[in-house]
């Protein structure tokens, strides 16, 4: 090494650590402060300050950040449509954002434009084909446009990533179900109830036992819905008319009866009351039931079934 040149190289040195320290510069103040705005739940204050022009201010990496911030706290104050710009910017700078495709994504799903909703899902795919979020989106938007199928499938792959989420088997289990797969149905509906056992387990349990001809079952595990939610009308309304369509008369009229005891002119507990009343002879009691049954606009179907049912007694 030549003399004196320790000296020179330390201060190049210096002179270059110095001058990559300056180009760490610290985030930008605005969106500290929208980040701080916005864990206070102070989602207004994040859309007042998130200007167009304060976004001008941010560097290239923080912009995304900024977008969805200004996205999120824009729903939260029900400004949907502006979200729906917001996060449509965002994308259109940075279309490999996979926190910007799924706001946008999730923000057309649950405005029903599941069509719409769809390419941004299955572009996250293409960037990270086990994200959950994605498959979760993808998951319901099929569902919701008929193609049960391909909505099993991604609730498959949701449920490889989230394991432990008793909602997800429950809405698996009730596409399995549609699709008439009522053993993989029954089996991830009691996934579901095995994380929480829930009302809404337990009758779809039943629902799907009934549909395997497994009738007692079917009706222990409603009894058990009941108990855990006993104010559900429409419990107490399926047992009536699964008792009534078995056969089993004086269960259906005790049902209906607990129907009626939670709201006294229900259409279809009056209707199942009189039909059951009708099938074990007492059909004057039962012309009474139907009548009322009859009469009940909020229902014309059922209206329409106790109609016809009185015009067979003439």
């Given at each position: 090494?030549?003399?004196?040149?320790e000296p020179v190289?330390?201060?190049?040195?210096?002179?270059?650590?110095?001058?990559?320290?300056?180009?760490?510069?610290?985030p930008?103040?605005?969106?500290?402060?929208?980040?701080?705005l916005?864990?206070?739940?102070?989602?207004?204050?994040?859309?007042?300050?998130?200007s167009?022009?304060?976004?001008?201010?941010?560097r290239?990496?923080?912009?995304?950040?900024?977008?969805?911030?200004?996205?999120?706290?824009?729903?939260?104050?029900?400004?949907?449509?502006?979200?729906?710009?917001?996060?449509?910017?965002?994308?259109a700078?940075?279309p490999?954002?996979?926190?910007?495709?799924?706001?946008?994504?999730?923000?057309?799903?649950?405005?029903?434009?599941?069509?719409?909703?769809r390419?941004?899902?299955?572009?996250?795919?293409?960037?990270?084909?086990?994200?959950?979020a994605?498959?979760?989106?993808?998951?319901?938007?099929?569902?919701?446009?008929?193609?049960?199928?391909?909505?099993?499938?991604?609730?498959?792959?949701?449920?490889?990533?989230?394991?432990?989420?008793?909602?997800?088997?429950?809405?698996?289990?009730?596409?399995?179900?549609?699709?008439?797969?009522?053993?993989?149905?029954?089996?991830?509906a009691?996934?579901?109830?095995?994380?929480s056992?829930t009302?809404?387990?337990?009758?779809?349990?039943?629902?799907?036992?009934?549909?395997?001809?497994?009738?007692?079952?079917?009706?222990?595990?409603?009894?058990?819905?009941?108990?855990?939610?006993s104010s559900?009308?429409?419990?107490?309304?399926?047992?009536?008319?699964?008792?009534?369509?078995?056969?089993?008369?004086?269960?259906?009229?005790?049902?209906?009866?607990?129907?009626?005891?939670?709201?006294?002119?229900?259409?279809?507990?009056?209707?199942?009351?009189?039909?059951?009343?009708?099938?074990?002879?007492?059909?004057?009691?039962?012309?009474?039931?139907?009548?009322?049954?009859?009469?009940?606009k909020?229902?014309?179907?059922?209206?329409?079934?106790?109609?016809?049912?009185?015009?067979?007694?003439?």
């Open positions: 090494m030549a003399p004196g040149s190289r330390l201060a190049l040195l210096a002179l270059a650590l110095l001058s990559g320290c300056a180009g760490i510069r610290k930008s103040p605005a969106l500290d402060n929208a980040r701080a916005f864990e206070a739940h102070r989602y207004g204050d994040v859309v007042s300050l998130l167009d022009s304060e976004l001008r201010t941010l290239a990496k923080e912009l995304p950040r900024g977008y969805e911030l200004l996205g999120q706290s824009q729903e939260r104050v029900g400004q949907a449509q502006a979200a729906l710009r917001t996060y449509q910017s965002g994308v700078q940075y490999k954002d996979i926190n910007l495709l799924t706001h946008l994504g999730n923000l057309l799903h649950t405005g029903e434009l599941d069509e719409q909703a390419p941004f899902y299955e572009r996250i795919l293409k960037l990270s084909p086990a994200n959950a994605a498959h979760l989106g993808l998951a319901e938007t099929e569902y919701r446009l008929g193609f049960l199928e391909r909505s099993a499938d991604h609730y498959a792959a949701t449920i490889k990533e989230w394991k432990d989420q008793p909602k997800l088997w429950l809405d698996y289990a009730q596409v399995l179900s549609d699709r008439r797969k009522y053993g993989e149905a029954f089996d991830a009691g996934k579901a109830a095995a994380l056992d009302a809404a387990a337990r009758a779809l349990r039943a629902e799907i036992l009934w549909k395997l001809d497994r009738r007692p079952e079917a009706f222990a595990e409603l009894d058990a819905a009941q108990k855990l939610e559900r009308i429409d419990f107490a309304q399926r047992r009536a008319l699964w008792a009534l369509e078995a056969g089993e008369f004086e269960r259906a009229n005790a049902a209906a009866v607990l129907v009626l005891n939670m709201k006294a002119d229900d259409p279809l507990g009056l209707w199942v009351r009189g039909a059951s009343l009708l099938r074990r002879g007492r059909s004057a009691e039962a012309r009474r039931d139907l009548e009322r049954a009859a009469a009940q909020t229902a014309p179907f059922v209206a329409a079934t106790a109609q016809r049912l009185l015009e067979s007694l003439r």
